[in-house]
């Protein structure tokens, strides 16, 4: 049996619902720019230093499965409650930590409890409202989580420049703490259990429905998240961007991820003809276009042409990004909600984190090809300006797999669209049958 949603949510809520989604990409874009402050308080050993980061990524991807499971038997805000005091604590650790190594044992936590506030968060908002409402506030969190990402190496980078790099872990957690407080106001959520029921249903897996709203982030990844990474690098090497310019040229492909959640929503509650599957089409459009589009680096083209590509890859990432998972929700079992939350957090952060080593060890592969010396290579690699004809030939390669592993997607999105089509078709048909007399 099925909790109902409740009448009225406190208007609290949803703030503290969205700070708390807010600060999680933050904590995966934005602190890599305090690391050079870090490396010279505690040391620059390449291994341990690059687990500041990773450690964090690694535990968020592989405890949302788990955090999926556990929020489905004990609640979804019991859930929420336990990341948020997870997190403050862990970057309390981060901000005291007197050595590398407690630093990244503290960051390990913070991506297990950050995985808790990640996977509980959308099932809140999937169980606590209904219609209009949760349309609109997927849309929010959509946006919370859009602008955590494009403004986070400048909130981390400005914190780091003021108060040092201890001053962004606590931060972070003084912004947990009022999400703490209004967390208060958050209904609970969750679902009764029938007696029997699998601790994690995988046969989801085979809900073509969820799968092609699963599938949205993966494809995203490649098209999208790739180059959020790694494009500051290809303009330093290609145009010799400094850090000011790089800043501003940035805001091309990140600006449209701010506006675009509630774009994509408004559209899709508004104009019949556009649906969730649709706004997936279009956003692989994009995807397409404005890779396509980058390859005028090769030119190298003037500095001013690439801006309409990077637009259309933000608008790629942006106008979906509202719908994903609501879409992803709405298609598996209420009760079934947190583990639904957790693999499509999993298969979002996962691939991610797949999709950028890849990419990286292949673009640095293809540069020491050209360069003999190991130390320039390196340099290269990582940006180094004065070497474009090095680095360009590299980066060529890597839009070129992109695009295909882009055109991948689209065909496997075609192919789960006609799978919930039949399935659409179907139902209806037993329908029909059903009533007839």
């Keep these: 049996m099925t909790t109902p949603a409740p009448r009225r949510v406190s208007p609290a809520a949803l703030?503290?619902?969205?700070?708390?989604?807010?600060?999680?990409?933050?904590?995966?874009?934005?602190?890599?720019?305090?690391?050079?402050?870090?490396?010279?308080?505690?040391?620059?050993?390449?291994?341990?230093?690059?687990?500041?980061?990773?450690?964090?990524?690694?535990?968020?991807?592989?405890?949302?499965?788990?955090?999926?499971?556990?929020?489905?038997?004990?609640?979804?805000?019991?859930?929420?409650?336990?990341?948020?005091?997870?997190?403050?604590?862990?970057?309390?650790?981060?901000?005291?930590?007197?050595?590398?190594?407690?630093?990244?044992?503290?960051?390990?936590?913070?991506?297990?409890?950050?995985?808790?506030?990640?996977?509980?968060?959308?099932?809140?908002?999937?169980?606590?409202?209904?219609?209009?409402?949760?349309?609109?506030?997927?849309?929010?969190?959509?946006?919370?989580?859009?602008?955590?990402?494009?403004?986070?190496?400048?909130?981390?980078?400005?914190?780091?420049?003021?108060?040092?790099?201890?001053?962004?872990?606590?931060?972070f957690a003084a912004l947990m703490t009022v999400s703490l407080a209004l967390s208060f106001f958050v209904p609970r959520t969750g679902h009764e259990r029938h007696p029997g029921t699998k601790i994690l249903d995988l046969g989801i897996l085979r809900n073509a429905r969820f799968m092609s709203a699963v599938l949205m982030p993966v494809v995203q990844a490649f098209g999208f998240i790739t180059l959020l990474t790694y494009l500051p690098v290809a303009l330093s090497a290609v145009y010799g961007l400094g850090a000011g310019r790089l800043a501003v040229t940035m805001i091309a492909l990140t600006g449209p991820t701010l506006i675009g959640p509630a774009l994509g929503a408004r559209l899709v509650a508004r104009v019949r003809k556009i649906t969730v599957h649709g706004m997936f089409y279009t956003s692989i459009a994009l995807m397409l276009l404005g890779n396509t589009g980058m390859l005028l680096i090769a030119g190298p083209a003037p500095l001013w042409t690439l801006i309409i590509p990077m637009v259309l890859l933000g608008f790629s990432f942006g106008l979906p990004l509202g719908l994903i998972d609501g879409a992803a929700l709405n298609a598996v079992p209420a009760e079934n909600s947190g583990s639904a939350s957790g693999l499509l957090q999993f298969a979002r952060l996962g691939s991610e984190a797949v999709v950028i080593a890849v990419y990286a060890a292949v673009i640095t592969a293809l540069i020491a090809a050209r360069i003999?010396?190991?130390?320039?290579?390196?340099?290269?690699?990582?940006?180094?300006?004065?070497?474009?004809?090095?680095?360009?030939?590299?980066?060529?390669?890597?839009?070129?797999?992109?695009?295909?592993?882009?055109?991948?997607?689209?065909?496997?999105?075609?192919?789960?669209?006609?799978?919930?089509?039949?399935?659409?078709?179907?139902?209806?048909?037993?329908?029909?049958?059903?009533?007839?007399?």
């Design 15 to 171: 703030p503290g619902l969205l700070l708390a989604v807010f600060i999680v990409p933050i904590s995966i874009a934005g602190v890599a720019t305090a690391l050079p402050a870090i490396a010279h308080d505690l040391g620059s050993a390449p291994t341990p230093l690059q687990w500041v980061v990773n450690g964090f990524n690694v535990a968020f991807a592989v405890f949302t499965l788990v955090w999926g499971v556990v929020s489905d038997r004990v609640g979804h805000k019991v859930t929420l409650v336990i990341g948020l005091v997870g997190s403050i604590s862990s970057l309390a650790l981060s901000a005291l930590a007197p050595t590398l190594l407690t630093l990244d044992l503290a960051r390990v936590l913070c991506g297990l409890f950050a995985a808790a506030i990640g996977t509980s968060t959308p099932a809140i908002i999937s169980g606590a409202y209904e219609g209009p409402s949760r349309t609109r506030n997927f849309a929010l969190f959509g946006t919370a989580l859009g602008i955590g990402l494009a403004v986070g190496p400048t909130i981390s980078g400005s914190l780091t420049a003021a108060f040092g790099w201890r001053g962004v872990f606590a931060a």
């Design 372 to 437: 003999d010396d190991p130390a320039l290579a390196d340099d290269v690699a990582s940006g180094r300006p004065g070497h474009a004809d090095d680095y360009i030939p590299a980066f060529v390669t890597g839009q070129i797999a992109l695009l295909t592993a882009v055109l991948i997607g689209l065909a496997a999105t075609v192919l789960l669209h006609r799978a919930v089509r039949r399935a659409d078709r179907a139902a209806t048909a037993g329908t029909t049958t059903a009533g007839a007399p």
